[in-house]
């Protein structure tokens, strides 16, 4: 302020002499003005005048450059403060600014009545940007619970009003957690809102945490008090802090917390104190194993692997009851001693080594077998200790790398299974050596002398290949089976014969099992019960003659002779061509009766008399029927129907008997042409849609839309289906279904006809396809029984086959396939 008045009286007195020289001037112009003017001074004073002011100018600039000098030095002290202060201002708004943004947070400030300023993520509120109401509080309501709100409401306005601060969590309608801290500071209030949800979701983590340690140690503790064997833990005093159940049992302590209370202990001191001990011998070994100390548990004696082991709040420990343990052992060992006795009166050498390959048990045939010294033996030597020393009493098998065969004799201990192997002593005898790993480890050895067994097996075998290579030079077939019922020899001629395989009869089969491969040649049954009964009988021993028919159409006689201990000689002869003279005579005297009665059968039956008035009888019922000569009643329109479906009844079958005639007499040709599967089947499936609709019978089609078509007959395929279809309602009942299949694959087409009526039993299904076979099977069907025998003559016409598939209850499948490729010329149809 000195300052400023200072410039102001510079000023202030540089314009005074300013002022001053200018009055001067002017007053003294007008004083003189008349001299000057008289005189002609005027021009002189004039200059004077303009000197004078002049020098006031000058004098008044200099003073101002001055005073303007020194202000310009003290304002750039000034900025160059200010510029400072500045600086640290803006350093400390970064620091404000990024710890504001170190966390999800907002600041609002409310300076008197003003517009709150808001800083911080304004995201906060749920995505929702923070602004004023127009009443100066925050539109809280629109992100916060409605209770929550109204709190934080309030207490702004409590803040904004009195300076109360506070402090409390909300929650977002998005469910996060918001902390609100309010505090008055300078005069302004101050509101924090900071987001605190992950701090929320960690504090729930660790509760959850905390929870399910509290349940996992109260299951621990369930469980602990549900085993049989007492547990305890102690305290760093070495007081009892908690037991068990079965502790509180064991020392009838009545409840668990009397037992910690009282220190009742399962453990005297004495066994304590050697826990203790060998607790301590264990840190510095690091071993830990349980002791077994005897204590009394619930009044009695009991001997108890206990163990106890120390842990970061004390020790724990647990005893479990061995006594039956202890008891059951001394009965093994009693057993084991009676074992060795018995094992020392055996023939057969035994030796056991333990784990270490030492000797810890031989019998006296062992000693006697290798001639060992007992003093030797009692001194427990090493397995490959006595392979040494029988090595070098030559008392071994010869080895030309003794080494490899020690190795691979002793790696029988690293074994899982049983090795059995033979040694060939220089002495002449034969040994069968089986090591036997022990459930303990080590290995039980069984040394048997065969030697005496495989001079008499040697014989035998010898005996058997002269009787072997006797029989094989035979022509005919021969085989012998053994009392047992197992083949002991097949010739040559036998197995080629039955197609016998070479490793089947090196594996002695059973006698089932050979007629079961025989009989895949001559399927009759009846001859091989009676061979099986001379090979396998017991009461009688008597010889047997039967024939046998093979499938390529040999004929042979079988002769079955009983040999000593047991054993049965089983010869074939081939009389295929005597036999083949008598079947073709039999077989063409039969083929021309068969021939004349059929002849006899369709004169008698079927003629052109009795068609042609079948045809009339038809034709006026049909004229009738359609009332074209009258009007008639009900009762005759039901009488021209019954005659109607009768003539047509009796027309189908005059036409099958001349169709099963033609083929019969070879004169039946098909007219073969491309054919529409689809068109076929809906052709036939026509002709019983009145059936099926008073049978109260569904029908159902698989038939691909693909299907496509073949060359056949067509009005044969049609006919085929008609029968079957007929064949399959007339068998059903109401309510049921019949089903037609049709699948094609490359090389053949298979129509299939299922009905789900009551089946066929096997004898009845077995001649089901022979003419004139008609059973009703329990329904109102009837027939002459000649439909299914035309199906499968029409079908073999076509060169295809006829397959049934029918059991009681189970319902019927016909199946008809028909070759695709071109067929070959037509086949007489099998009688």
Known sequence: MGVDRTVRAMVCTGAFVVAMGIDRVGATEVALEPVISAAGFGQHTHNAASLAILIGMTVFATILSLLHMRERGRWSRRERELVTELGLLRGAHDRAEMLLNSERQVII????????????????????????????????????????????????????????????????????????????????????????????????????????????????????????????????????????????????????EAAVAGGVELLDRQARDLIAREDGKRLVTGGRAALRLSAVVAGGRRVLDVTETAVESGRVGIAVDVSELESVRADLQRQMDANVRTLDQLPTAVAMFDARQRLIFHNAAYRQLWDLDQAFLDGRPLDGEILDRLRAARKLPEQADFKSWKADVLAAYRAVEANETWWYLPDGRSLRVAADPNPQGGLTYLFDDVSENMKLESRYNALMRVQAETLDTLKEPVAVFGADGRLTFANRAFATLWRLDPATLTERPRVDVVIAACRELSPDEEPWLDIRGAITGLESRAGLTCRLEVVDGTVLDCAAQPLPEGATLLTLIDITASVNVERALTDKNDALERTSRLRDTFVNHVSYELRSPLTNIIGFTQLLGDETVGALNERQREYSGHIMRSSGALLVMINDILDLASIDAGSLELSREVVDVRATVDAAVRGLEDRLADSAISLALDVPDDIGTFVADGKRVRQILFNLLSNAVGFSTPGQEVRVEVRRSDSELTLAVVDQGAGMPAEVAARVFDRFESHTLGTRHRGVGLGLSIVRSFVELHGGRVALDTRPGAGTRVTCSFPITEPSPCRAAAE
């Open 109 to 256: 400030t409310w300076t008197g009545r003003d517009d709150p300023t808001i800083e911080g993520d304004v995201g906060l509120a749920d995505g929702r940007r923070l602004g004023d109401t127009g009443t100066g509080l925050l539109a809280f309501n629109t992100w916060l619970h409605v209770a929550d709100a109204h709190a934080l409401e309030s207490a702004v306005e409590t803040l904004r009003a009195r300076g109360t601060g506070f402090r409390f969590s909300l929650r977002s309608h998005s469910g996060r957690f918001i902390d609100a801290q309010g505090q008055a500071l300078s005069g302004c209030a101050i509101l924090r809102l900071r987001e605190t949800t992950e701090e929320h979701r960690e504090l729930l983590d660790l509760r959850l945490t905390l929870d399910e340690a509290k349940r996992g140690l109260s299951a621990l503790g369930s469980l602990l008090d549900a085993i049989p064997q007492p547990v305890w833990r102690r305290n760093r005093d070495g007081a009892l802090s908690w037991v068990n159940t079965a502790y509180v049992a064991a020392v009838e302590a009545g409840t668990r």
